[in-house]
């Protein structure tokens, strides 16, 4: 996935999580697009976003 199509995919999802009461700071949106890219793996974004 290119980097603007994981931020468009992030973009679908973000009046999602705005109506279930979740946000996203900048540097937990900037590990989900690395992550929707498999540029890191899941336990990566995880461990990165403490």
């Given at each position: 996935?290119?980097?603007?199509?994981?931020?468009?995919e992030?973009?679908r999802?973000?009046?999602?999580?705005?109506?279930?009461?979740?946000?996203?700071?900048?540097?937990?949106?900037?590990?989900?697009?690395?992550?929707?890219?498999?540029?890191?793996?899941?336990?990566?974004?995880?461990?990165?976003?403490?």
């Amino acid at each position: 996935m290119t980097d603007a199509q994981a931020r468009a995919e992030y973009e679908r999802l973000a009046p999602i999580m705005a109506i279930e009461g979740r946000s996203m700071d900048e540097h937990r949106k900037e590990l989900l697009i690395q992550l929707l890219q498999e540029n890191i793996s899941f336990v990566d974004a995880h461990t990165r976003s403490k």
